[in-house]
Antibody
Framework: QVQLQESGPGLVKSSETLSLTCTVS????????WSWIRQPPGKGLEWIGY???????NYNPSLKSRVTISIDTSMNQVSLKLSSVSAADTAVFYC????????????????WGKGTTVTVSS | DIQLTQSPSSLSASVGDRVTITCRAS??????LNWYQQNPGKAPKLLIY???SLQSGVPSRFSGSGSGTDFTLTISSLQPEDFATYYC?????????FGQGTRLEIK
């Protein structure tokens, strides 16, 4: 079955750029959208953005100026870049498949990676 | 942005209890509302999509209802593995949002 695996540095210095990769296995990255979500320690879920397999993306307005999500269909990977990080960006980062139901246009995140913890240090 | 407000923020209940969690949207989202369950240290898991459709493999004791701005997630008879945090999420807008979460604890 389809599995997602997030990877990247667990420690990033303040003001630098956080870069993460989500590798999709067991299925094709095409025909789906892919989302990034983060969860600060002890807090709730925050949507970061998602990208369609075509390459167009939508971002959380509060992060839009610092976020870039890209897709590499040849590698079956989705990438996240978050620039100018601070301690407030310390979180568990998840990637998730953003699927569309077979009828109507209902979208939901049906498959999630296990998440990767990123700590921003000063 | 569409804001989602869940109530209560936390809830204590016993095995076998019937529990209801509410999610209210700041504007009508018709039925573009999903529910997720998250256990400590784990990734969220999709339970309900389109307000009331049960995701494949999810036990039938979970159900969702509502439309417009008011939605509910009901667990008909709590099992030990159901003690977790629950989140609603809207997909009406291309800018997605989650509720703040409801923590369900053992009484």
């Amino acid at each position: 079955q389809v599995q997602l695996q997030e990877s990247g540095p667990g420690l990033v210095k303040s003001s630098e750029t956080l870069s993460l990769t989500c590798t999709v296995s067991g299925g094709s990255i095409s025909s789906y959208s892919w989302s990034w979500i983060r969860q600060p320690p002890g807090k709730g879920l925050e949507w970061i953005g998602y990208i369609y397999y075509s390459g167009s993306a939508n971002y959380n307005p509060s992060l839009k100026s610092r976020v870039t999500i890209s897709i590499d269909t040849s590698m079956n990977q989705v990438s996240l870049k978050l620039s100018s990080v601070s301690a407030a960006d310390t979180a568990v980062f998840y990637c998730a498949r953003y699927s569309k139901s077979s009828h109507y246009n209902y979208y939901y995140m049906d498959i999630w990676g296990k998440g990767t913890t990123v700590t921003v240090s000063s | 942005d569409i804001q989602l407000t869940q109530s209560p923020s936390s809830l204590s209940a016993s095995v076998g209890d019937r529990v209801t969690i509410t999610c209210r949207a700041s504007q009508s989202i018709t039925t573009y509302l999903n529910w997720y369950q998250q256990n400590p240290g784990k990734a969220p898991k999709l339970l309900i999509y389109a307000a009331s459709s049960l995701q494949s493999g999810v036990p039938s004791r979970f159900s969702g209802s509502g439309s417009g701005t008011d939605f509910t997630l009901t667990i008909s008879s709590l099992q030990p593995e159901d003690f977790a945090t629950y989140y609603c999420q809207q997909s009406y807008s291309t800018l997605l949002t989650f509720g703040q979460g409801t923590r369900l604890e053992i009484k």
